[in-house]
């Protein structure tokens, strides 16, 4: 069996990522500090796994647990634009250099490709939509400048060192297993936690502002197909659903699938936030693949149904 390292593997993305490349008859090893992810999310999977307790800005360690790996997922970050801002220096070190230090290691262990999770971020507040992959960066946020970042390290790594690398820009990731306990946790895991609690969630602005929210299933299936598209050895892709949301249409949708009115309170918008994000989501169809197949309703309900089940009396 082909040997997969998953960066981050025990948190929500990554744990997914494991748990489909184990169903695929991968070996897997997961690479994480437990700062953002959680054991939890590997439990009934564990004994299939190697576990590493490692933090990505240890180059020394990296080495022995990737040697031996066909392809590495690096999903390991501080994932949070509000978190970048807050502790610029941390998500700094984390997202750059651990980056650095993981393509470094694949690198030396002969790894075949790298598949980088990088972020929408990158495209900032451009008007256009859809966002689409030949478009000028415009980075608004500390995270979004250190994922950019991470590309084009990825890339230089591929034209310069011969290591296959495939970036794949994550929309709005959300679904099972999504922390809701941090305040840098998604929005759609914070309501949630609020429609479980029947409490009144606080949005960011308007509520206008919209995402293209794009259930982990999804991203989980199109990292893999990165990691064998022959031809896609140094490209960089959307990650997307290809359509886009408001968080007062989100909030409507979960209120009426719990059968409650809870209305909403209004803060001022964050610094760093974009207004509107959309895939364009034709080259990853195209050259990977993989078109998503979970709708916003399906993806949602899903997720509902899973909170319900672990978090019935999530406290806010």
């Known amino acids: 069996m082909a040997k997969c390292v998953v ?6 993305i990554g744990s997914t990522l494991v748990r489909k490349l184990l169903e695929g008859g991968a070996s897997v090893a997961v690479i994480d500090n437990l700062l953002t992810g959680h054991e939890k999310n590997l439990f009934e999977v564990r004994d299939r796994i190697e576990f590493h307790r490692i933090d990505i800005r240890d180059a020394a360690a990296l080495g022995p647990a990737i040697r031996g790996a066909e392809v590495v ?24 250099d651990g980056t650095f230090n993981v393509l470094q290691a694949a690198a030396q262990a002969k790894v075949r490709r ?14 256009t939509l859809p966002k689409i992959e030949t478009m000028l960066p415009r980075p608004k946020s500390p995270y979004a400048v250190q994922k950019l970042l991470g590309e084009y390290y990825a890339s230089v790594f591929h034209s310069c060192f011969d290591l296959e690398t495939v970036a794949l820009r994550f929309f709005n990731v959300y679904g099972p ?11 759609l895991s914070l309501f949630m936690k609020h429609l479980l609690a029947r409490t009144q969630p606080t949005i960011f602005g308007d509520g206008e502002q919209s995402r293209d929210f794009t259930y982990v299933e999804d991203v989980a299936g199109l990292c893999i197909k990165a990691s064998n598209a022959p031809g896609a050895a140094g490209k960089m892709y959307n990650a997307g659903n290809g359509g886009r949301f408001t968080l007062n249409f989100i909030w409507d949708a979960l209120q009426k699938m719990e059968g409650v009115k809870l209305e909403a309170k209004y803060g001022p918008p964050r610094a760093g936030d974009v207004r509107h994000s959309m895939a364009e989501t034709t080259a990853a169809v195209a050259e990977l693949g993989h078109a998503p197949q979970f709708t916003i309703e399906e993806g949602l309900k899903r997720t509902l149904e899973w909170y319900r089940q672990t978090q019935p009396a999530a406290a806010v």
Do not use: C, K, M, W
């Open 73 to 96: 997922y690096h999903l390991a970050a501080i994932p949070s634009v509000p978190r970048s801002i807050d502790d610029p220096v941390l998500s700094h070190e984390v997202n750059i």
């Open 7 to 12: 960066t981050g593997g025990a948190g929500f």
């Open 114 to 127: 790298v598949v980088y999770a990088a972020s929408s971020s990158a495209y900032g507040d451009s008007e």
């Open 177 to 187: 297993r999504q922390d809701p306990s941090s305040p840098y946790s998604g929005v």
